[in-house]
């Protein structure tokens, strides 16, 4: 079976199943406090004044307790909007029967998927970039290949247009074949930890089902630390490096085994044992930094069905 890569992703801007991570530190004016002092009025045969001993004048903006002024939480929101991906959320389907998913790792499934459920425009030349290296998927789509290697050839403007319109318009006609499933399929390695036996359960290693989105400071702050932390969420790229696969809720994957044969099975099999998951896509997501759209594309999956499987055998199935 064809290896895919594993991408890992330092952030998705948000919730975030959230795509390369935008870093930024704010800094903001504070508070200056003029004391101003009173004096106390006393005159001879004459009643103390009712004037308060001291009294604050606060001068410069209003901040919350975050120290930040009305103004720095307004450009810190509008920097997190300019950030947050194009989305589009899909409720979850019934589970069906096993032959209504689509192969995700197919070659074509990624791009297909993403292009019939995105609600956002992208030109000839977005669409044409996006699909950039299809010798990828030259068995499954050579007549994309074909317009991929005459667009890389030519100098001609015109010529450039009239593929890259070419290339847009092969790719929706392909999207429109998946006649918009969103039930998908994938078997991947479980790679398990060993079996648990204070909780129970096996969990596994693979940064596919990792539910962090990025490494704290603290983690960052020295080789040791960093080498012990929980790996960020990764992705497969089956296809050209712009559409990538993830997983969200990845501990469902967490699994609960009380009975102790099966879990003996499990343990026997830990080497080789793989996830055959079910599941439906729950969004699709187009990167942006600065308001501006990138070349990563995200097909997120949230799981419904697991298979732990050993050379075809199934050990054990639960569904979420």
Known sequence: MRLLKLMPHGRRLTHGESRQV??????????????????????????????????????????????????????????EDANTPLRVNFSAPALSEDASY????????????????????????????SVAGSILVKS???????YEAELTASQEAFKKREL?????????????????????????????????????????????FSEKLDYTKTEMSNPNSYAKAQKPRCYLQPSTTNFRVGIINGSKLNLKIDAEEIAKKIETARSSARFEIY??????????????????????????????????????????
């Open 22 to 79: 935008v870093k930024f530190t704010k800094s903001f004016n504070t508070v200056s406090a003029v004391l101003v002092g009173g004096a106390l009025l006393a005159a001879c045969g004459q009643k103390e004044s009712n004037t308060p001993e001291t009294s604050k004048v606060v001068t410069g903006k209003t901040v919350n307790a975050q120290g930040m002024t009305e103004e720095g939480m307004k450009a810190k929101k509008e920097l």
């Open 102 to 129: 689509i192969n995700i790792q197919s070659k074509l499934s990624a791009i297909q998927i993403y292009t019939a459920k995105r609600n956002w425009e992208e030109g000839s030349d977005e669409i044409a970039k």
């Open 140 to 146: 499954d789509l050579p007549e994309l290949y074909e």
């Open 164 to 208: 890259m319109d070419k290339i847009a318009s092969l790719v929706k006609n392909e999207a429109q074949k998946i006649n918009g499933n969103i039930r998908v399929k994938l078997i991947v390695n479980a790679d398990l930890k060993s079996y648990d036996f204070d909780s129970h359960s096996f969990t596994s290693n693979s940064c596919l």
């Open 279 to 320: 599941g439906y896509v729950s969004s699709v997501e187009r990167e942006r930094l600065g308001g501006q759209p990138t070349d990563a594309r995200y097909i997120m999956i949230d799981p419904q069905k697991i298979n732990v499987i050993e050379n075809g055998s199934v050990l054990y199935s639960k569904t979420f």
